[in-house]
């Protein structure tokens, strides 16, 4: 069946850091691929997404390209901010199974001033 | 900005003691979603829930387990019978459409004892 992996936490990052979370996924169609953020005490928040391969998603300085060839998904930022720190979550949907999502077990960044 | 909102935030509960989580999703949106996270583990799929029916289900939701939307503003989790196993954080999700993006609550947090 459909998984996604990321790599474990937690990460703990000096502020002004570069920051890659890994995320690779298995699927047998033609996913999308979101990474979701939850900060202390919120809810999911859809942070990126990226539709079909080689397609790029941006938002708030975090990026990720969708890597059909290598399964990624990788989560990269050049300059991290404490305001940044927070449990990151890939995930992925197929389009033929009614949006459900299917998420990695989470990142925990820390973001140190 | 329009939220997905639950009910209540933290919940204890016995073992055996039936437990309905509520959810008010977002007013116009179609599609519904309830996922769990026990502490320390992926963030799980439940069920999906679209035009007043279960739309899919996941294994772990078993005969114990019930959705319902009774007034079309709240949608809300039954279960049954809690076993210790049923200890997690609930998440409810709402999504306007296939193509959109899906909104997440803040989590009720249920412990049983």
């Known amino acids: 069946g459909n998984s996604v992996t990321q790599m474990e936490g937690p990460v703990t990052l000096s502020e002004e850091a570069f920051l890659t979370i890994n995320c690779t996924y298995t699927?047998?169609?033609?996913?999308?691929l979101f990474w979701y953020v939850q900060y202390p005490g919120e809810g999911l928040q859809l942070l990126l997404k990226a539709t079909k391969a080689d397609d790029k998603g941006s938002n708030k300085g975090f990026e990720a390209t969708y890597r059909k060839e290598t399964t990624s998904f990788h989560l990269e930022k050049g300059s991290v901010q404490v305001s940044d720190s927070a449990v990151y979550f890939c995930?992925?949907?197929?389009?033929?199974?009614?949006?459900?999502?299917?998420f990695g077990q989470g990142t925990e960044l820390s973001v140190k001033p | 900005e329009p939220e997905v909102t639950q009910t209540p935030s933290h919940q204890v509960t016995q073992m055996g003691q039936e437990v309905i989580l509520r959810c008010v999703p977002i007013?116009?949106?179609?599609?519904f979603y309830w996922y769990r996270q026990i502490l320390g583990q992926k963030v799980e799929f439940l069920v999906s829930?679209?035009?007043?029916?279960?739309?899919?289900k996941s294994e772990i939701f078993d005969d114990q387990f019930s959705v319902e939307r009774p007034d079309g503003s709240n949608f809300t989790l039954k279960i049954r019978s809690t076993k210790l196993e049923d200890s997690a954080m609930y998440f409810c999700?709402?999504?306007?459409?296939?193509?959109?993006?899906?909104?997440f609550g803040p989590g009720t947090r249920l412990t049983v004892t």
């Open positions: 995930a992925l949907s197929e389009g033929n199974q009614g949006g459900k999502l299917i």
């Open positions: 999700a709402s999504m306007l459409g296939l193509s959109y993006e899906q909104y």
């Open positions: 007013s116009n949106h179609l599609y």
């Open positions: 699927a047998t169609g033609y996913p999308s």
């Open positions: 829930f679209y035009n007043n029916e279960i739309s899919e």
